[in-house]
């Protein structure tokens, strides 16, 4: 049995692996690349799509999904085993980004009309989409899949409602996917699984370098942004995922306005928005402790006094005329979406602020604005930037380092753990970390293939430190008793004492050998 990387090899985005067996061909996920390296999006497989017999699916996210309506249009039609609450979410993004991508090509042959260049077509159509859609086969959490002497069981992973981290039984190798793991303490989706067995553990590090904040911390810190951002008299600014994150975001501005009682315009200006709060309200469910609470109280955490979901573009246009307003839009790392036009009018204003609560990945316009970048290109325009940036990673659906090394210590059999999805220095930090702690590691390189056979089991137990014993003291003090009384030749106390003596020399040979 083998598995190729063709994706999130050294890098975040494009998860997307191949597990051949059993005379069987199938793919853990199919993703997008995100920020640098986006050409590769339109590249064809390196595979024949119609040879793979079905697809195994973590999450929604693009990064995990995005090129299953292209995997389509090319030939495949096995099943996809999916959560419902994924099946839901991907219908809504795909849809989404079958829009925007139909959008930036009629802009393109546009300009290549006026160009006389050639014009261009989309990676795939409508009827792509609806179709890979039509190939999804829900599961259910913790429940056996078996497809043709396959079995697996996808677990939830903590990381967005419907995520899952999958564990695959083929040929007597028991392979674990991390997909995207949250962290142990989630105030969204609870805590990842606990799996203390595999051959192979295929382990996310996206955060495999640092340590996210506190709840308390994050809180705090987002508190202060909002606070300072009123002050400005200007627009606060709020790239964000509209899975997950924008939820998050809604129930924490929901607990923030309820304590510092502003009353201003919020906007989630998303024309999916609406669509994907939908989803987790009907999956309420799934949530973590701290949202059950909210629920048992009567409260649904996702309603935001005072904020309008935004559809039309007209609708979005029209916040440019206001002074002063909290506006969330997609995409969470700038690379395309709404937010764009909104940074395009407030990004040269020292009165906005701009606050990123996500990661951004290399390439990407929210990664340049992160990393200090005086001016950029947006519609093909130079654009100062003179808004006030602000990171707050705390609310990350991403485990840090202390949460993937807790989840990797459950792992009592000597599995290999195969580093994927991080950048390529943050991956091999990562990776050392894990080989400190005697682990065996591999972190891949795109298109690299690893044979997976059956490895012997080893349990990992960890040592006890060692502690000076107390016993000599209290074999000393006995001693000390019997030789004060009549032991006589012969009768059971002797023979015990005796017993006794042999045990001690054999402890005493035990500690010159120590």
């Given at each position: 049995m083998r598995i190729t990387f063709l994706g999130a090899a050294r890098e975040v985005t494009g998860s997307c692996y191949l597990i051949e067996g059993r005379n069987k061909r199938f793919l853990i996920d199919c993703g997008m690349v995100q920020g640098s390296g986006e050409e590769r999006n339109a590249a064809s497989f390196s595979f024949d799509p119609g040879s793979i017999d079905f697809l195994l699916l973590t999450h929604a996210h693009l990064d995990h999904s995005g090129r299953i309506p292209f995997l389509y249009k090319d030939g495949f039609r096995g099943?996809?085993?999916?959560?419902?609450?994924?099946?839901?979410?991907?219908?809504?993004?795909?849809?989404?980004?079958?829009?925007?991508?139909?959008?930036?090509?009629?802009?393109?042959?546009?300009?290549?009309?006026?160009a006389g260049r050639p014009s261009i077509e989309p990676l795939y159509t409508e009827e792509d989409v609806l179709g890979a859609l039509n190939l999804f086969e829900p599961v259910g959490y913790d429940e056996i899949v078996p497809v043709d002497n396959i079995e697996s069981v996808f677990r939830n992973a903590a990381h967005i409602i419907g995520a899952a981290t999958i564990e695959i039984w083929i040929d007597g190798v028991k392979l674990v996917f991390s997909g995207d793991l949250g962290p142990f303490y989630n105030v969204m989706e609870g805590s990842p699984p606990i799996i203390d067995e595999a051959d192979y553990v295929i382990l996310e590090s996206t955060y495999g370098n640092r340590r996210h904040k506190t709840l308390e911390e994050t809180r705090e810190e987002f508190e202060n942004a909002i606070r300072e951002a009123l002050k400005s008299g200007g627009k606060v600014l709020i790239p964000s995922f509209v899975v997950d994150r924008a939820q998050r975001l809604i129930y924490e501005l929901s607990l923030l306005k309820n304590k510092m009682k502003f009353d201003f315009p919020i906007f989630f200006d998303s024309p999916m928005g609406s669509k994907a709060t939908e989803i987790y309200q009907k999956y309420m469910g799934l949530m973590a402790g701290e949202i059950q609470k909210q629920i048992f109280q009567g409260h649904d955490p996702f309603v935001l006094p005072g904020m309008s979901y935004v559809s039309s573009p007209d609708e979005s246009r029209a916040i440019n005329q206001i002074e002063k307003a909290i506006v969330i839009a997609g995409s969470g790392m700038c690379n395309g979406g709404r937010i764009i036009h909104h940074l395009k009018h407030g990004l040269w204003k020292p009165n906005t602020d701009l606050i990123f609560v996500g990661y951004q990945a290399r390439g990407t316009l929210g990664r340049l604005l992160v990393d200090g970048v005086k001016k950029v290109k947006l519609f093909g325009e130079e654009i100062s930037v003179k808004a006030k940036i602000n990171t707050i990673n705390g609310f990350s659906a991403h485990a840090d380092q202390d949460d993937l090394l807790k989840w990797s210590d459950y792992f009592q059999s000597n599995p290999t753990f195969i580093i994927t999805h991080g950048e390529e220095e943050i991956a091999e930090t990562f990776g050392r970390v894990l080989e400190k702690r005697g682990r065996a590691v591999i972190v891949p390189r795109l298109g690299d293939s690893i044979d997976l056979v059956k490895k012997e089991k080893k349990v990992c137990v960890s040592e006890a430190p060692a502690v000076e014993s107390p016993v000599v003291q209290e074999i000393s003090s006995k001693v000390k008793s019997l030789q004060e009384k009549k032991i006589y030749t012969g009768t059971d106390g002797d023979h015990l004492l005796r017993s006794a003596l042999l045990l001690i020399e054999e402890a005493e040979k035990a500690v010159m050998e120590e």
């Open positions: 099943k996809i085993f999916a959560t419902a609450p994924t099946i839901e979410l991907c219908e809504v993004l795909w849809l989404d980004m079958y829009k925007i991508m139909l959008e930036e090509t009629n802009r393109t042959n546009r300009k290549n009309l006026r």
